[in-house]
């Protein structure tokens, strides 16, 4: 079985930062895409940015230029660097893990439980 454990969210003032980490752990082979969606109430999850493990990046236009993804393979942990946080991008974080080729030859998509990031005064 494959987990993935988040950490790092919380609460922030506007114009702050946080780091989201998120690590996947069991039996894996390798990882082909490891990101970042999130949900609002009230909204659908939406892709906030992926990595590969060749380093190619996909960002939402609306957190382009503030956030940025970052990935360890050794570790198979993906980070998310968030700056010039905004009150929109409150909401719910999940790290996501596509691709997942495990030692039993499977291959399947992952989710985290999720973890909050309020951006308020």
């Known amino acids: 079985q494959v987990q993935l454990v988040e950490s790092g969210g919380g609460l922030v003032q506007p114009g702050g930062s946080l780091r989201l980490s998120c690590a996947a752990s069991g039996s894996i082979f390798s990882i082909y895409s490891m990101g970042w969606y999130r949900q609002a109430p009230g909204k659908q999850r939406e892709l906030v940015a992926a990595i590969t493990g060749g380093g190619s990046t996909t960002y939402a236009d609306s957190v382009t230029g503030r956030f940025t993804i970052s990935r360890d393979n050794a570790k198979n942990t993906v980070y998310l660097q968030m700056s010039s946080l905004k009150p929109e991008d409150t909401a719910v974080y999940y790290c996501?893990?596509?691709?997942?080729?495990?030692?039993?030859?499977?291959?399947?998509?992952?989710w985290g439980q999720g973890t909050q990031v309020t951006v308020s005064s």
């Open positions: 996501n893990a596509g691709g997942v080729h495990t030692t039993a030859d499977d291959l399947g998509n992952y």
